[in-house]
């Protein structure tokens, strides 16, 4: 009998996953956490654009057996089958671009608790003698070349130091030494990276407490970018608007900072005023670890340094990780991005874009697909001023793809049948060069075309493979016999 489950953390959320058949395995095989573990999983699970072979929305795994590790469990791949998301988010998977863009249009705002928190359960300080944060956390290495072992699914939380309006999202932080973290804060587009250049100016640390292990909301909700959370929208109110409850933060033991209360992990630290830190320096490598386009991202010079005071976790705590290019981070980015556009896409053309689909193959951020409905003559061309307005709404958009509403967005070979049939590309392709995009993107260079003129300018462009309004009626697709469904149901 299933039971109905009330998602608030980690654990409830794997609760509901033990409920679902072929949702979560487990093992108790040693593995090793450089380069190993996410060799495992790559053919477990991961998806994404992770070189074949690799499987689409295979399970999430724990391992329970972590070498050098006593008692240590790694959690991987729990968002990576769109499917499991929306379980977790008690929605269909069409729609969690839409349920994501209602709660941050009504968000809930997070509450502080002086109760004791179960991310507080057990309590190591820096000025324990054999603080090490190598030794606290089994942290992978996703391939031989990574910088370092990485936190890659942190939710860091931090204060701007003039407003007081605080921020969570996710950056990729590498183990330096037994107490400090380098963080890569993309420069211009992260709030707290604009915090921690405040604080630089007025020559003080900025206080951050970085948690990890937490209900799944949060996870996918920290992962909005302005315009649609502009500097000062705190994001955990988009997981309380989803949850139609607060979340709960507490006070940290060692900075001035709150955390999320029902944490696995929480790192309490201070980013440093102005130091810069090299990414690799302690493996020189060149590389920091493998990014959502599928290559290994090139190792910082430009860091920032977290010195870390305090490590805070709940008894028998689960570290959870990402692998960089894996379909989890697809839905992380991804969905986020649907709604963004669809938030845009509404206010500015009610009803003419019935869905959106943040496609995997562009990491949940490259490339959208837009469901577009035309039911009169002068809806013609509103579709492309939709794909404009998506680039606005997400300026890291690179490639947009409009199809019909008689497509389906979430099936490649749908949209692909749609370009081949309904697209010729001397009349259907819009490009839109020199725009800023994203620097991770290897073609955005120089080097690559000569008309890109800087690293992270692209050609952004638009495939639109809907049929002109004046000839629908010549593309109406093969229309098959209603059955009955309960007289078929266990063929279909």
């Not at 053919?43 to 006593?70: C, E, L, Q, S, Y």
């Not at 937490?214 to 705190?234: H, K, M, Q, R």
């Amino acid at each position: 009998m299933i039971s109905i489950i009330v998602v608030n953390d980690l654990r409830s959320a794997l609760e509901v996953l033990r409920q679902m058949d072929g949702q979560l395995v487990e093992t108790d095989i040693e593995v090793d956490p450089e380069a190993e573990l996410a060799g495992v999983y790559r053919h477990v699970g991961a998806g994404g654009t992770v070189m074949r072979p690799t499987k689409i929305d295979g399970p999430a795994m724990i391992f329970n057996n972590i070498k050098n590790h006593k008692d240590a469990r790694v959690l991987i791949g729990l968002l990576a089958s769109r499917e499991r998301v929306a379980k977790l988010m008690d929605c269909r998977k069409e729609e969690l671009g839409k349920l994501l863009c209602r709660a941050a249009l009504n968000p809930i705002e997070p509450v502080v608790s002086e109760e004791k928190a179960p991310c507080q359960e057990v309590i190591h300080k820096v000025t324990d003698p054999d603080f090490d944060l190598f030794k606290l956390f089994p942290a992978p290495t996703n391939t031989p070349v990574d910088a370092g072992p990485y936190i890659t699914m942190g939710m860091c939380y931090a204060t701007h130091p003039d407003t007081g309006c605080s921020d969570v999202t996710i950056h990729r932080m590498c183990i330096q030494s037994k107490d400090e973290l380098s963080i890569f804060l993309q420069p211009g587009s992260r709030h707290i990276g604009v915090m921690a250049e405040r604080a630089t100016e007025l020559g003080q640390p900025l206080p951050i407490s970085i948690s990890i292990g937490v209900d799944p909301a949060i996870e996918v909700g920290s992962c909005f970018e302005p315009p649609t959370t502009p500097l000062g929208y705190n994001e955990l109110s988009i997981a309380g608007a989803i949850r139609k409850t607060p979340v709960v933060l507490t006070p940290c033991v060692s900075i001035k900072e709150n955390a999320i209360a029902n944490a696995e992990y929480v790192i309490e630290g201070e980013i440093q005023p102005g130091i810069r830190v090299v990414e690799d320096q302690n493996t020189h490598t060149g590389y920091a670890m493998p990014e959502f386009p599928g290559y290994n991202g090139l190792a910082s010079h430009e860091c920032w340094r977290i010195k870390v005071k305090a490590v805070t976790h709940r008894k028998n705590p689960i570290m959870q990780t990402v692998i960089g290019p894996s379909e989890e981070h697809v839905n992380l980015a991804g969905i986020p991005t649907e709604a963004s556009i669809y938030n845009m896409l509404e206010k500015a053309l009610p009803g003419k874009v019935t869905n959106v689909y943040a496609h995997p193959s562009g990491g949940g951020k490259y490339m959208a697909v837009l469901q577009c409905r035309k039911t009169v003559h002068t809806d013609e061309g509103k579709q492309r001023q939709a794909a404009l307005l998506a680039f606005s709404a997400f300026p890291e958009l690179k490639h947009v793809i409009l199809v019909d509403e008689d497509v389906d967005i979430f099936d490649t070979r749908d949209v692909l049948w749609a370009m081949n049939t309904r697209f010729q590309g001397d009349r259907d392709i819009i490009t839109i060069p020199g725009v800023r995009c994203h620097p991770l993107d290897p073609s955005s260079d120089p080097a690559y075309s000569q008309s890109i003129s800087d690293k992270g300018i692209s050609c952004k462009t638009i495939f639109d493979c809907t049929v002109p309004f004046e000839l629908k009626y010549k593309f109406a697709r093969a229309k098959f016999m209603d059955i009955d469904e309960e007289k078929w149901k266990d063929f279909i």
